[in-house]
């Protein structure tokens, strides 16, 4: 009996595929919109405009085509000093993601400075960073842009607040 045992084992391990990892690696980025008083020159604009590398970043791996939370996060990476970032994956889709959109959606409730369109909060919150399909190669050079709004220029939230002069 023991021994059958052990063929069996055997067997099944021989039945057992090696998955091939493959590299995905990049850097993330961020931008930022002019949030201070007087009109901004040129120069601040396209400095403000121009991606500078993101270190610390820690971004979430899915393997689905979109964030919906039946999925679970299978990985994760944290960018370096550089926004540099480099993980092994075998082949599939996978939906990459920022820490919050991890977590449930929450609608959120108007107040004296803010209209929040709930509705669009959860489309973004719903969407993935990036969609990457990785099938049988490396994937070098993935970018991704995290862009800094300023309170009054978020997407789907209406700012009620006065404006600084």
């Known amino acids: 009996m ?3 045992g052990i063929i ?3 067997l099944m391990l021989s039945n057992v595929k090696a ?5 995905m690696s990049g850097i993330i980025t961020q931008t930022a919109s002019y949030c201070q008083g007087a009109a901004p020159s040129e120069e601040l604009l396209n400095k403000l405009s ?3 590398p993101l270190a610390n970043k820690t971004i979430y791996i899915k393997q689905i085509s979109s964030n919906k ?7 994760q990476f944290t960018t370096d000093s550089l926004g540099r970032f480099e993980i092994k994956l075998a082949a599939g889709n996978y939906c990459l993601m920022e820490s919050y959109k991890v977590k449930p959606f929450r609608s959120k409730r108007a107040n004296k400075l803010f209209v929040y369109d709930n509705r669009c909060l959860r489309k973004l919150h719903e969407q993935c960073d ?3 399909a990785i099938t049988n190669a490396d994937q070098k050079n993935i970018s991704i842009n995290y862009h800094t709004y300023c309170n009054w220029d978020k ?3 209406r700012f009620l607040g006065h404006m600084v002069p």
Do not use: D, S
């Not at 998955?19 to 590299?23: E, G, I, K, N």
């Not at 939370?69 to 990985?75: D, L, P, S």
């Open 2 to 4: 023991r021994k059958l």
């Open 50 to 52: 121009t991606p500078k």
């Open 69 to 75: 939370y039946k999925g679970k996060v299978i990985a």
């Open 8 to 10: 069996l084992f055997y």
């Open 130 to 132: 990036l969609n990457l």
């Open 19 to 23: 998955q091939t990892l493959y590299t």
């Open 155 to 157: 997407p789907c939230i």
